[in-house]
């Protein structure tokens, strides 16, 4: 099973408007941190912003937000006022407290497109 | 702010030679890890390291790859016989900790090409 599911192979989304890339995971452990990644073409990998298992709020960092629903396990990252600078992939990760190296383990992505 | 650097940003090299991809990880950090991203697919975890040895790795980091900490600033991956499968984008990240809140900082990549 896949521990993490992005569904949104692409999106568009215009210009200072608001956009929601989803993402869905799979865990039996009660303590994990799922974190949002922002690969532009030039392919780095930018930490947007993290959301832990037992925070009682949504994380927002600027202009992302994140929706976590724990009950049904997503943690969906709000992009408001889109800008064309981000346009890129966006990766969904998790890190699980079993295994000793706490590796992430990431989504298959979703390619946002922000038109003018 | 520092930050993970990596060299070279590009390799192409021909199948069954040997590659040592670099990294410099952010110098207060402990925890060090190579991920590969195959072109259009998800990042994938590869190898951890800690108190200079291996703490995990995963299927795809068999008896072709290596890593090391030479001195106390690089930590590199040695492919010891390229295959063209081998072709991916290698990422190095590191860590303060292993606290479920210790973000992973990652490097811009190192492009491998194998022809």
């Known amino acids: 099973a896949q521990k993490i599911t992005q569904t949104q192979p692409g999106m568009f989304v215009q210009e200072k408007e608001a956009v929601t890339l989803d993402c869905t995971y799979d865990?039996?452990?009660?303590?994990?941190?799922l974190f949002w990644y922002k690969q532009p073409s030039s392919g780095e990998m930018i930490f947007l912003i993290y959301q832990g298992s037992y925070d009682q709020q949504n994380a927002t960092e600027g202009r992302y937000s994140l929706n976590f629903q724990k009950a049904r396990k997503s943690a969906n990252l709000v992009i408001s006022a889109s800008q064309l600078g981000d346009s890129a992939m966006y990766f969904c990760?998790?890190?699980?407290?079993?295994?000793?190296?706490?590796?992430?383990?990431f989504g298959s992505g979703t390619q946002l497109t922000v038109l003018p | 702010e520092p930050e993970v650097t990596q060299t070279p940003s590009h390799q192409v090299t021909q199948m069954g030679q040997e590659v040592i991809l670099r990294c410099v990880p952010i110098s207060n950090h402990l925890y060090f890890y190579w991920y590969r991203q195959i072109l259009g697919q998800k990042v994938e975890f590869l190898v951890s390291?800690?108190?200079?040895?291996?703490?995990?790795k995963s299927e795809i980091f068999d008896d072709q790859f290596s890593v090391e900490r030479p001195d106390g600033s690089n930590f590199t991956l040695k492919i010891r016989s390229t295959k063209l499968e081998d072709s991916a984008m290698y990422f190095c990240?590191?860590?303060?900790?292993?606290?479920?809140?210790?973000?992973?900082?990652f490097g811009p990549g190192t492009r491998l090409t194998v022809l």
């Open positions: 865990t039996s452990d009660p303590s994990y941190g």
């Open positions: 990240a590191s860590t303060t900790g292993q606290g479920l809140t210790d973000t992973q900082y």
């Open positions: 390291f800690y108190n200079n040895e291996i703490s995990e």
């Open positions: 990760a998790m890190r699980e407290v079993s295994g000793s190296a706490r590796q992430l383990t």
